[in-house]
């Protein structure tokens, strides 16, 4: 199994669709957990932190189910400037490196 | 805002060449870290440093070295250039510790000829 897992899609959606992303991870000690994103040929940026009892901001909303070792992102209402790759983040056990996932491609079309 | 400079946006050097990339960071961080980023491979940590003088391999280190002689600084060194280092490089810094996100430079684009 990869250490961390995403559908790299593309996913095509319309402006005003929900989106959703899901990532898996192998190491069940992993303790922290991230989603960024990246914009074409730019570098990586945070999106947001995912915390155990699921977070959101604004129109993101970010999941984690340990026993599953799943993450996810779901986007709503989703504008043209949404499109991006997203990629799911997990420090490894030691806490001394973020393994990334290889990222999930979203095209938001009008 | 946390600030990370790379010194070069596009670099282009030739096989063989001792090749340098820069990353300065403005808020006295400890954490820093080089990746590369390559098509279908995602980013590969390279590279990292928790301190002055410290530092340790990632994922891979082979063909790479770095150097941290001040903390705002932090460089990698590819020895000896070679066509398969051809990548997006990009320097990160972790504002605390403990397992804080990072944050990443405008990374850097080499080829190599």
């Known amino acids: 199994r990869k250490e961390v897992e995403q559908d790299p899609g593309p996913f095509n959606v319309p402006e005003g669709a929900t989106v959703a992303f899901n990532c898996t991870y192998s190491?069940?000690?992993?303790?922290?957990f991230f989603w960024y994103r990246q914009d074409c040929r730019k570098e990586p940026k945070l999106l947001m932190s995912?915390?155990?009892s699921g977070n959101e901001d604004g129109r993101f909303t970010a999941q984690l189910n340990r026993a599953s070792q799943y993450i996810s992102l779901l986007i709503r209402d989703s504008k043209l400037s949404d499109s991006a790759t997203y990629l799911c983040?997990?420090?490894?056990?030691?806490?001394?490196?973020?393994?990334f996932g290889k990222g999930t491609t979203l095209s938001v079309s009008s | 805002d946390v600030k990370v400079t790379q010194s070069s946006r596009y670099l282009v050097k030739r096989t063989g060449e001792k090749v340098f990339l820069e990353c300065v960071q403005d808020?006295?961080?400890?954490?820093m870290f080089w990746y590369r980023q390559d098509p279908g491979l995602g980013l590969r940590l390279i590279y990292f440093?928790?301190?002055?003088?410290?530092?340790e391999k990632g994922d891979i280190p082979e063909g790479y070295s770095v150097s941290r002689e001040k903390k705002e600084r932090f460089s990698l060194i590819l020895e000896s250039a070679s066509t398969n280092q051809t990548s997006m490089y990009l320097c990160?810094?972790?504002?605390?510790?403990?397992?804080?996100?990072?944050?990443f430079g405008d990374g850097t684009r080499l080829s190599i000829l």
């Open positions: 808020m006295d961080h400890e954490n």
């Open positions: 990160a810094i972790r504002t605390q510790g403990g397992n804080q996100p990072q944050h």
């Open positions: 190491n069940s000690a992993s303790q922290s």
């Open positions: 440093s928790y301190d002055v003088k410290m530092k």
């Open positions: 995912v915390y155990s």
């Open positions: 983040v997990v420090y490894n056990q030691a806490g001394t490196a973020l393994i």
